[in-house]
Every structure is written in structure tokens, then in C-alpha cells.
């Protein structure tokens, strides 16, 4: 399996705020995406967006990068998560773990303790979704709500895992939860 995550979103309201690139404001003694990364060490990680792979066309948007990677990886089962969701990596177990417990699931995507469907908390199987992407016209602007369209199995997720950093209260949020506790140390197998 290979964990694609997009990061190729401009951040315009965290820069609007004043807070700069939010996949580089500090969080603990690392950043944002530090934190998200750390998490995934020991996976193979395709990350979509400057200085790495890239969306065509760049900026192109979630679907766009999730295009992008998937077209960079080989793997059965992709993992898509957000370059901005410094906890996000504790989830991937499990996320996994749902795709590979049922063979008729083309994916599985997390679902917060509101109840709400997080897109990129997910886990594809590889040929499902170069099924969908293959059938649109267009994945640049598209919404990431495209790739749900064959059959998906829900995955509770935490709040934790799901925060992704918006604006300068997310980070608020987020240096709060990284209080006290070793961020990115889950790793393959581990998290909450």
C-alpha cells in the first residue's frame, strides 16, 4: 500500500489570517506537515504539491493531486490524506485495515465524531478509483466527492486525526492536542 498527500492547496484563508504557509507554521518542535509526515515514516509516501510530485494543472486542487499521486504509485490499495492534517497518520490502520477486512468496498473514508464524511481520511483500492477517474472529464476543480461513487464503508475517525489547519485557530487547536504528547510517532501499526 502507498499513502498519497496532497499538498498543493494555495492556503488562502490561513494566509488571509496572516498565518503564512500553514504546511510550514510550527507545530511543536516541527510543523504542520513535519508532524503528518513523521507519522508516516516507514510507509511509502507520495506527497502532491511544490517539491514534489505535481498536479496538472498545479493548484488543480484535491482530486487533481489525488490523480497525480495515484499515477506516481503502483500499489493496490492508496491511502489519500491532506498535507495540512498533522494527526491524520493515526488513523491510516484502521482505514486500511476496513479496505482489506471487506473485498467488495472500492474504498472507505473517515467519518468524524459529527458524523461528517472527511475525504481525505481515506483509503482507495487503486483500481476502483482509476475507474472514476478514468470516467470523468476533467479531475482539475473537481470535487473529491467524485471518488465515492462505487461502494464505500464508513471508518470512525477522531477529532484529532481529522483537524486539519485552516486558519490560525486550527493551529491553536493543534499545538493544544500536540501538547505533552510525541507528535508523529505512530508510525506503521501504531496510533490511537
Do not use: N, Y
Not at 50 to 57: A, I, K, L, S, T
Not at 76 to 84: A, E, S
Not at 130 to 150: N, T
Not at 166 to 176: E, I, T
Amino acid at each position: 500500500m502507498a499513502i498519497v498527500v496532497v499538498a498543493g492547496g494555495g492556503g488562502e484563508r490561513f494566509r488571509a489570517a496572516g498565518g503564512g504557509d500553514k504546511l510550514d507554521a510550527p507545530l511543536g518542535s516541527t510543523t504542520v506537515r513535519g508532524a503528518l509526515l513523521a507519522g508516516l515514516r516507514g510507509w511509502r509516501v507520495v506527497v502532491v504539491g511544490p517539491g514534489g510530485v505535481r498536479e496538472d494543472p498545479p493548484g488543480g486542487g484535491p482530486l487533481a493531486g489525488f490523480a497525480a499521486g495515484l499515477a506516481a504509485v503502483e500499489e493496490d490499495l492508496v491511502v489519500l490524506l491532506g498535507g495540512d492534517q498533522p494527526f491524520a497518520a493515526d488513523a491510516v490502520p484502521r482505514l486500511l485495515g476496513a479496505l482489506r477486512a471487506d473485498p467488495a468496498l472500492d474504498a472507505v473514508v473517515g467519518v468524524d465524531p459529527g458524523g461528517r464524511r472527511q475525504p481525505l481520511l481515506s483509503a482507495h483500492r487503486r483500481r476502483s478509483a482509476l475507474r472514476v477517474l478514468d470516467g470523468l472529464p476533467a479531475v482539475a476543480g473537481q470535487p473529491l466527492r467524485e471518488l465515492f461513487r462505487g461502494r464505500v464503508g464508513p471508518v470512525p475517525v477522531t477529532a484529532r486525526e481529522a483537524l486539519d489547519v485552516d486558519v490560525p485557530a486550527d493551529l491553536l487547536r493543534a499545538r493544544a492536542l500536540a501538547g505533552g504528547a510525541a507528535v508523529g510517532e505512530a508510525g506503521p501499526g501504531g496510533g490511537s
